[in-house]
């Protein structure tokens, strides 16, 4: 009897960056990696806009930083009619105030240009799998603004009180910036595991995503 193989569609994407060396690099990497399909490239976000609402892609990568508005004003305006689509951003950015504004743009991932661009379609596949990709500098930075913040409210202690303990600790684990392969392997349990915590802490805690989670929430375990 012949194997049935089940081949899983290409992934649709979108890229803007005003450096046509960049997108020359992006296009590069992700046309040698299987299973991705550049369907536009775009220098500004005026003119992706238009594009993106007409042709909704599965992802879109962008940098920050471009000619009129930014790339997170494009995030905000593409994801208002499409919530499904996948957004991350790269950017040289300082960091000042940036992870936060991601969070409330609905970024699925922010990479920093000078991380390995070889480790872009690995990264880009596990945001289309449900991942929040966001480089260990953004983590820190996320981690750094939210310490700073208030003390942590009695809704905030109430919601931290109904995860489990193996729930804390892979909050934890992630808000140290490291990478699921490495929660799984530290905390003895699977990928799959891991990715179930997840979903269980964002339902509990009543956020939108994970790194909402981490961002908002890790900040004030004991």
Not at 69 to 89: S, Y
Not at 114 to 120: F, G, I, M, W
Not at 137 to 164: D, I, N
Not at 190 to 195: A, G, L, M, N, P
Request: net charge neutral; hydrophobic share 45%; proline share 8%.
């Amino acid at each position: 009897m012949a194997r049935i193989t089940l081949m899983h569609p290409p992934i649709s994407l979108v890229l803007v960056d005003d450096d046509p060396s960049t997108l020359d690099l992006w296009s590069r990497q992700l046309n040698c990696a299987a299973g991705f399909v550049i369907t536009g490239t775009f220098a500004d976000a005026e003119s992706a806009l238009p594009w993106l609402l007409a042709h909704p892609p599965k992802l879109l990568l962008t940098d920050l930083q471009l000619p009129g508005e930014d790339g997170l004003w494009l995030v905000r305006e593409v994801k208002r009619p499409h919530p499904a689509m996948r957004a991350v951003l790269i950017t040289n950015h300082d960091l000042e105030e940036l992870p936060v504004a991601a969070l409330r743009a609905g970024l699925n991932g922010c990479l920093l240009k000078p991380d390995s661009p070889t480790a872009l379609p690995a990264r880009l596949r596990a945001v289309v799998d449900g991942t929040c990709v966001y480089s260990a500098r953004v983590m820190q930075r996320l981690s750094e603004q939210f310490h700073a913040g208030p003390p942590a409210s009695a809704e905030t202690l109430r919601r931290l009180a109904l995860l489990t303990e193996r729930e804390r600790e892979v909050l934890r684990a992630f808000a140290r910036g490291l990478p699921g392969k490495l929660v799984a392997d530290q905390l003895q349990i699977s990928e799959t595991t891991v990715k179930t915590h997840k979903e269980h802490i964002v339902a509990k805690l009543g956020v939108q995503s994970f790194m909402e989670a981490v961002a908002r929430f890790a900040p004030h375990l004991d």
